[in-house]
């Protein structure tokens, strides 16, 4: 690393930069793809205004939220956004169809918490979209191989090749998070297989490594793209009569209604004539 230069903090000045650029503009064509077709009335995108996550939806009620992420957040978001944090939305239960968390969970200061409010405040049949680093890949190697050049003082400077301070979240560990929420995976890709370099052209010339990654190391992609959707799962009884019956009454067959008669005092004989009548005669 060249002397002098400014060490790189925080996701959105990481953005600017021939990676991020990268980086970005995968993860925009895979949001743009992902909630065209989402309808509702209410979708909310959570933190990182630099991505525009909802452009392509056609919701009327759309929301920005940030400000819990830092002054960056704030400067590049619109006079209409939200401040608040992902912990605690201001929104009331099942209220909203869609919300997407773009590096959300990284960066909040409690991931489980803040899915839990997302799915508290998720209609059923609702869905989160996320997007995230995969700690497990090219990108994930390179960072933790700057940590320990950093740990042991080979760099004076931050040798990081990605933001420093952000909480990564596998892959499969998140995928758990969202079964113990009762979402169910829709959709999980992943991207970016390009080796971590600083310049575009050198992330230009390994372009041809897209396609090899996504076919002979699919997991190893240095973004993931996550749609999940809430299910409810509701209760129905079967086999139960509408109104109930009393103790020890028997239903009559549907055959004997209409001919059924009161009883007589008399026993009426084979001849037609009351059992009375015939005995008067006797005598």
Known sequence: ?????????????????????????????QLDQAVADLFGFHALQMGLPHLEALRANRMP??????????????????????????ECLPFPDQSLDLVVLPHTLE???????????????????????IVGLNPVSLWGLRQRGGRLAR?????????CYLP??????????????????????????MGCYR??????????RYAWMERVGAHWWPVLGAAYFIVAVKRVRGMRLVGLS??????????????AIGRWSPPSHS???PTGQSSARTHTEDT
């Open 1 to 29: 690393m060249t002397t002098g230069e400014a060490p790189i903090i925080g996701l959105a000045p990481w953005l600017e930069t021939p990676p991020g650029q990268y980086l970005l503009a995968w993860e925009q064509a």
């Open 107 to 129: 960066r909040a200061a409690d991931p489980h918490r803040s899915l839990a409010e997302v799915e508290r405040v998720l209609r059923p049949e609702g869905r989160v979209v």
């Open 267 to 269: 026993r009426a004989d």
């Open 151 to 159: 740990w042991v003082g080979l760099w004076r400077q931050q040798p």
């Open 164 to 189: 420093a301070g952000e909480e990564w979240i596998g892959y499969w560990r998140l995928r758990d998070w969202l079964r113990l929420l009762n979402f169910e995976l829709e959709v999980g890709r």
């Open 61 to 86: 009620n759309r929301w920005l939220a940030c400000g819990a992420f830092g002054a960056e957040d704030i400067e590049a978001a619109t006079a209409h956004a939200l401040c608040c944090e992902p």
């Open 242 to 255: 509408r109104k109930p019956r009393v103790a020890g009454a028997v239903a009559a067959p549907a055959s």
């Open 195 to 204: 080796p971590p370099l600083l310049t575009q052209r050198w992330l230009d």
